[in-house]
């Protein structure tokens, strides 16, 4: 069992910076194993996918985010982050952290990030 919790949201001003980062707990084997991503969902419309990290640390990331967003991971601390700079309006999103693997899926609870214009 892997257990996530992402922190850093909040509110910024559109062109600010924001560094969430998502905390694994359980099996340390099962998570350096694990590829770990990011998703968002804003109000009234569907869950998307935003970066993934896999276990040897190759990314990838969506069109709307490439070049902004930087996904990394620290395999001592079993953690995940997402930094974020120029951030736009349309970036404002709950953000869920993913955890897959051989050992099952795995999502956060989310955190709320706010991008006023």
């Known amino acids: 069992q892997v257990q996530l919790v992402e922190s850093g949201g909040g509110l910024v001003q559109a062109g600010g910076s924001l560094r969430l980062s998502c905390a694994a707990s359980g099996s340390a084997s099962s998570i350096r194993a694990m590829a770990m991503g990011w998703y968002r969902q804003a109000p009234g419309k569907q869950r998307e996918w935003v970066a993934t990290i896999t276990s040897l640390s190759s990314t990838n990331y969506a069109d709307s985010v490439k070049g902004r967003f930087a996904i990394s991971r620290d395999s001592r601390k079993n953690t995940v982050y997402l930094q974020m700079n120029s951030l736009k309006p349309e970036d404002t999103a709950v953000y869920y952290c993913?955890?897959?693997?051989?050992?099952?899926?795995?999502w956060g609870q989310g955190t709320q990030v706010t991008v006023s214009s």
């Open positions: 993913r955890a897959w693997g051989i050992a099952g899926d795995y």
